[in-house]
């Protein structure tokens, strides 16, 4: 019988799998397996064993052991194999795992799921669908890659999720796939999602907070914009965008004057106020800052690119050559696209 779960090094562990640094200590509880071997792979060749071990005799039904050869970076699957009885049933329970493969998936998959949603997006920008097609595959299994974890474990399945997230769709656009009149711009269409949200959560016993569930892994200025929006729909919101220029004016300020008279930390604290201030500018814009930002620096890359080439070509390379060199370098490549 074959458990899986996962174990990220460099991050804390659940009791069961801890990694030291240089390798994985787990335990493994057993009412009468006589033997319990335990193998970590890496999830991308999960055939392909990184390490394995016969956990020693036990003590107390807990079996104890150690994975050597175990560095940082690599999404590691733990199995562990016990022989199987038919007339007493898996002589291995896998429920009596001293890992929680749902908790720490899920724990561990937020870097791991960052890349493949920024390959969409690049995919995206670049307008490479052949890049798309296979980008999207990447994002997709991912999410099914979790669900699967999660079933494995007993919670719940990829229908599951599917099947929610339809419902809540359903539900929550009345106007769409109900009767409902009225809701006719992009604002009340937010405004109606808001309402029945928080309807759902006291209908649930919830607590109602209008930023609560916000993701913390969000980006931190998408994260921004989708606070203004929350906010914006109840009404808590600058009323002409002329307003968020002049606080950006104001930010610019007191950011100038924490870098000139105060502290590192009130300069840090400043420097936030304005990025904050600056996604909701984008919000009122109808623009998205993130994408905004990435086409910025896609821009900003291409250019430095090109100035590198140019300089190249002269004979010059960017350590060699002088700020003023590199300026001109980037003003001849910036009249000429």
């Known amino acids: 019988?074959?458990?899986?779960?996962?174990?990220?090094?460099?991050?804390?562990?659940?009791?069961?799998?801890?990694?030291d640094g240089e390798g994985v200590n787990v335990a493994v509880f057993s009412e009468w397996a006589e033997r319990i071997d335990v193998c970590l792979y890496d999830v991308r060749e999960p055939n392909k064993e990184t390490a394995r071990i016969t956990l020693p005799e036990k003590t107390r039904n807990v079996r104890h052991g150690y994975l050597r050869g175990v560095g940082p970076g690599t999404l590691y699957g733990l199995r562990a194999d016990g022989p199987y009885d038919p007339n007493?049933?898996?002589?291995?329970?896998?429920?009596?795992?001293l890992v929680d493969p749902y908790a720490r998936a899920i724990h561990g998959r937020v870097d791991f799921d960052a890349p493949e949603g920024a390959g969409v997006l690049d995919a995206i920008d670049r307008g490479d669908l052949q890049a798309l097609r296979g980008e999207i595959g990447d994002?997709?299994?991912?999410?099914?890659?979790?669900?699967?974890?999660?079933?494995?474990?007993?919670?719940?399945?990829?229908?599951?999720?599917l099947r929610a997230v339809c419902e809540k769709l359903i539900r929550r656009?009345?106007?769409?796939?109900?009767?409902?009149?009225?809701?006719?711009?992009?604002?009340?269409?937010?405004e109606q999602w808001e309402t029945i949200k928080?309807?759902?959560?006291?209908?649930a016993g919830e607590s109602r907070s209008l930023l609560r569930g916000l993701p913390k892994a969000l980006p931190?200025?998408?994260?921004?914009?989708?606070?203004?929006?929350?906010?914006?729909?109840?009404?808590?919101?600058?009323?002409?965008?002329?307003?968020?220029?002049?606080?950006?004016?104001?930010e610019v300020a007191e950011l100038r004057q924490a870098v000139?008279?105060?502290?590192?930390?009130?300069?840090?604290?400043?420097?936030?106020?304005?990025l904050f201030t600056m996604a909701?500018?984008?919000?009122?814009?109808?623009?998205?800052?993130?994408?905004?930002?990435?086409q910025a620096n896609a821009k900003f890359t291409a250019r430095f690119d090109a100035m590198e080439r140019h300089l190249a070509e002269r004979g010059r390379s960017l350590q060699d050559a002088s700020l003023d060199e590199m300026e001109g370098g980037w003003q001849h490549v910036k009249s000429h696209e």
């Open 1 to 19: 019988m074959t458990v899986p779960t996962a174990v990220w090094p460099g991050k804390p562990q659940p009791l069961g799998a801890t990694w």
């Open 88 to 97: 007493r049933g898996l002589r291995f329970n896998p429920n009596k795992l």
């Open 139 to 161: 994002f997709l299994f991912e999410g099914v890659f979790l669900a699967q974890i999660a079933e494995d474990a007993g919670h719940f399945t990829v229908a599951d999720s």
């Open 173 to 190: 656009h009345p106007h769409v796939f109900g009767t409902t009149a009225g809701v006719d711009t992009p604002q009340r269409v937010i």
């Open 198 to 203: 928080a309807r759902e959560q006291a209908a």
């Open 220 to 250: 931190a200025l998408l994260h921004s914009y989708e606070i203004g929006t929350r906010v914006a729909a109840v009404g808590f919101d600058w009323a002409r965008t002329d307003s968020v220029l002049d606080k950006i004016e104001e």
């Open 260 to 274: 000139q008279h105060e502290s590192q930390s009130r300069a840090a604290e400043e420097m936030g106020d304005l």
């Open 280 to 294: 909701n500018l984008s919000r009122k814009l109808g623009i998205d800052p993130e994408v905004a930002l990435r």
